[in-house]
């Protein structure tokens, strides 16, 4: 049973434009959600995350918006520069002192230029 | 301030050998994880570290699998024995509060 699900495999965005990510998750008890990149051979990349008591976090060019009553968080990437091209994992992580996280399958993002 | 290391990068044994891997933290996160990425599933959680302790260890498959963090620096996971099922990428990963730091991950393949 998928806990935090990634959709989409994959997105191909023009180089300038934005690129929506998007991850939907079914535990009600998860209350901090982390976006990470990843390059292949590399381990993941912090790149921003968003405490369930706020619905829209942003640094720079990245913005993650949560929506908890649809259980559904999105990462906004503007403008998208060819070295986002990555695979991108939505994890979250539950309540109390459970710091596991739990991820989704990812999704590769390829800026064109 | 150096990153989450790993060693070896990768690592190719036969079915029935073992393997330690090694992780070491930055330098004064108190938290370390192990997670596994097998070939085209999601990156799983194997267990977590409280400095020397083993605070949630449910994602261990099963008992071949041994974790340890003597003095609560760096950690080690080894299999023993290796089987087929456990290649994949293992990642380690730190934290002091509630972002996780990854590792670049040690490949293992079980022939």
């Known amino acids: 049973d998928q806990q935090v699900k990634q959709n989409s495999p994959s997105l191909s965005v023009q180089e300038g434009r934005i690129s929506i990510l998007n991850c939907d998750y079914t535990?009600?008890?998860?209350?901090?959600f982390l976006w990470y990149k990843k390059y292949p051979a590399e381990g993941p990349t912090f790149l921003i995350s968003?405490?369930?008591?706020?619905d829209k976090n942003e640094d720079g060019r990245f913005t993650v918006f949560l929506n908890k009553s649809a259980k559904h968080l999105s990462l906004h990437i503007v403008p998208s520069q060819p070295g986002d091209s990555a695979v991108y994992f939505c994890?979250?992580?539950?309540?109390?002192?459970?710091?596991?996280?739990?991820f989704g399958k990812g999704t590769l993002l390829t800026v064109n230029p | 301030e150096a990153g989450v290391t790993q060693f070896p990068s990768h690592s190719v044994i036969e079915k029935g050998q073992t393997v330690t891997l090694r992780c070491d933290p930055i330098?004064?996160?108190?938290?370390l994880y192990w997670y596994r990425r097998v070939m085209g599933k999601e990156i799983k959680f194997l267990l977590h570290?409280?400095?020397?302790?083993?605070?949630?260890e449910s994602g261990m498959p099963n008992n071949r699998f041994l974790a340890e963090r003597t003095g609560g620096t760096y950690s080690t996971l080894k299999v023993q024995p290796a089987e087929l099922e456990d290649s994949g990428v293992y990642f380690c990963?730190?934290?002091?509060?509630?972002?996780?730091?990854f590792g670049p991950g040690t490949r293992l393949t079980v022939l």
């Open positions: 990963a730190s934290s002091q509060y509630d972002t996780q730091y």
């Open positions: 535990n009600s008890m998860f209350d901090y």
């Open positions: 968003i405490s369930s008591i706020k």
């Open positions: 994890a979250a992580m539950g309540g109390g002192s459970n710091y596991k996280l739990t």
């Open positions: 330098s004064g996160h108190d938290n």
């Open positions: 570290f409280v400095k020397e302790s083993k605070q949630d």
